[in-house]
């Protein structure tokens, strides 16, 4: 069959153009069909479809169902999928100038679609230091510190330490809390800033404190805490939006650093097969970022950037209202950056020390006995409600983080008064769900739902075991994670990373959606019954996520669809569910377009650094966290 679809024929000159090898192979073919296409469209008044790409010997999963087995895709030079099929059908397909890409077997998949990540957080944390969420004694983080401090003297004595990947229970022994004396003991007069893995959780010293005027009169900010001692004086650590206090006095780097951060932070996007997603805490600088570093064609990604409201401005439906039509108007900028949802945190995280998820029944102590704790709502229920019904009308999408179960019922109960039988669903968003009441499942798919997972959390860990199962008990523990309930009671799932609260690692994610376990433990799964299939897993974080980010042109791998593809190293259908953890993604096409060749020289250095950026959160094995900012 030839590659143009407009009546016309031509029969295909030479062979098949290997990717690798096209741009030196192009030459006089091209021309002679850019000749035919010419003609073409001067017999048709429109431009010919031609067969731009075509990916043979491959598994096609397609992420529909019913669907035939298929081992190879063509796609047209409009960017959109022409046919899924078997080799020989699409081979028929091949002209002078399609590109041919040799899948080796492995899957050819819909590109992955992150309902959940902070990739502009990721580029301003990989200029920091990291502690990598290690565990450690005192004396061992005493030493870590020290060290950074050491390699840097020369910013002695009024150059910021910022840290990442600080594990806020990660002290031994197991209970150990830090506070700012573990800093002031330190041989420095510098001011120190230590980000906590779950960014819900931080620690400053006590010159951090003074330059950030936190003192015992400081209030706490709606929606955070400064943790005190029993005199009322803070110990240094901050909870939730208490972080800002200090993080909005330290100098940002220069424009330069950051810019080359943000350049290494697409390709590692791209490396991954990231072909869509979600930040889920973006404000209007955050915005106007994204439009940069699209017009430069640094990301040909489609971008949700979620924009946050605090709990302070939730409070005021009619003024959030505002503010979010004065950004709509204002950043009306590409067709792939597209303003549509609104993130709000209810609550916080469930682990101790932090306990600042919002339970329907109290926290236990270390011992298994109940306490009078249930953890903040950041936003009430009626304020949400409020909030929820303005921005609706408005057409705005909500996306609320929401860990502990009394969150997810106050989310819940916002969108059921918004939904209507017959009406276009916004498909508002409950992002994380660790903890949620078996009465409130079905709840999910009547409102239309979506429950928004990171379930790479979902395996056992010293988070579950020693930070979280003796302060919820039994029965809620075996309840965390809940994906098999909640698609069995109709709920649709939407797959995230939350990087870098986590490394980027996606099939670490469908892994452990589906076997619950830690490959560097040696313990049974987490709710080995909470597994989802294969199937779902994949599903989850393509067509699932698709449909979170309003993207019905993406997400499967069918004729007509916008060709946002990724090609493996393995068929993960055939694979081992362990063995789906190391894949590695070959090609990311956005839009029918290569963006990333893996085997190419730009495709091993972007891998490269991919390795080490994507790596941030290393050491993360669970989670339910959200960056409160960039």
Request: hydrophobic residues 40%; neutral net charge.
């Amino acid at each position: 069959m030839p590659d143009v679809f407009d009546g016309t024929s031509a029969a295909p000159a030479g062979g098949p153009l290997h990717r690798r090898t096209f741009l030196a192979a192009a030459g006089a073919g091209a021309l002679s069909v850019a000749a035919a296409g010419t003609a073409a469209q001067a017999a048709t008044g429109r431009h010919p479809v031609r067969v731009s790409t075509v990916i043979l010997n491959g598994s096609v999963f397609t992420a529909t169902h019913g669907s035939a087995r298929a081992q190879a895709v063509a796609v047209g030079s409009d960017g959109r999928i022409l046919e899924v099929g078997c080799d020989a059908d699409i081979r028929r397909r091949i002209g002078p100038r399609t590109v041919v890409i040799d899948a080796e077997g492995g899957t050819i998949m819909p590109g992955l679609q992150d309902g959940h990540m902070h990739p502009l957080g990721a580029a301003a944390q990989s200029l920091n230091p990291s502690l990598g969420n290690a565990t450690m004694t005192v004396a061992q983080f005493h030493a870590q510190i020290q060290g950074m401090l050491d390699a840097t003297a020369a910013q002695e004595p009024d150059g910021w330490l910022q840290v990442t990947d600080w594990n806020p229970v990660g002290l031994l022994p197991a209970g150990t809390v830090a506070d700012k004396k573990l800093l002031d003991s330190l041989n420095t007069r510098r001011p120190i800033f230590l980000q906590g893995s779950d960014f819900h959780n931080s620690l400053a010293n006590s010159r951090a404190l003074a330059l950030a005027r936190v003192d015992r009169t400081t209030p706490d900010p709606a929606g955070g805490q400064i943790v005190r001692d029993g005199s009322g004086e803070p110990t240094g650590l901050l909870k939730d939006d208490a972080q800002g206090l200090v993080t909005r006095v330290i100098p940002p780097p220069s424009p330069e650093r950051i810019e080359a951060a943000q350049i290494k932070m697409a390709g590692t996007l791209l490396a991954a097969g990231i072909t869509s997603f979600l930040d889920a805490a973006s404000g209007e600088e955050s915005v106007k970022t994204y439009a940069e570093l699209m017009a430069k064609g640094v990301l040909p990604q489609r971008i949700t950037p979620a924009l946050l409201i605090d709990a302070e401005l939730a409070k005021k439906p009619k003024e959030a209202a505002e503010f979010l039509r004065g950004v709509r108007k204002r950043f009306a900028g590409p067709a792939g950056l597209r303003l549509t949802t609104v993130k709000v945190f209810l609550d916080g995280v469930m682990e101790f020390p932090a306990q600042s998820a919002a339970l329907l029944d109290p926290y236990l102590d270390a011992q298994g006995r109940p306490t009078d704790h249930r953890g903040p709502l950041h936003v009430s229920d009626r304020d949400y409600r409020a909030l929820v019904a303005a921005l609706d009308a408005d057409g705005w999408q909500m996306h609320a983080h929401a860990i502990g179960d009394r969150a997810v019922r106050t989310a819940l109960n916002a969108y059921e008064a918004v939904a209507r039988p017959g009406r276009h669903s916004r498909r508002h968003t409950i992002t994380h769900l660790q903890l949620v009441h078996p009465d409130d499942y079905r709840r999910f798919a009547r409102a239309g739902v979506v429950a928004s997972m990171q379930l790479q959390w979902a395996m056992p860990s010293s988070f579950t075991n020693d930070a979280l199962r003796p302060f919820i008990g039994p029965e809620r523990y075996e309840r965390l994670y809940a994906a098999r309930s909640l698609a069995k009671a109709g709920a649709l799932l939407a797959g995230g990373s939350d990087w870098p609260v986590d490394p980027l690692a996606p099939f670490t994610q469908i892994a452990t959606a589906i076997d619950r376990s830690n490959p560097g433990e040696n313990q049974p799964p987490l709710n080995a019954r909470e597994g989802l299939t294969l199937s779902q897993s994949l599903v989850m974080h393509t067509a699932g996520a698709s449909y979170q980010l309003h993207d019905g042109g993406s997400g499967t791998v069918q004729s007509g669809k916008r060709a946002d593809l990724i090609v493996l190293d393995r068929d993960i259908i055939k694979v081992p569910v362990k063995d789906i953890r190391g894949t590695q993604v070959q090609y990311t096409l956005v839009s029918g377009r290569v963006v990333h060749d893996a085997a190419s020289e730009t495709g091993r250095a972007r891998a490269e650094a991919a390795q080490r950026m994507g790596a941030l959160g290393a050491g993360r094995t669970h989670g339910g966290s959200c960056c409160q900012g960039h």
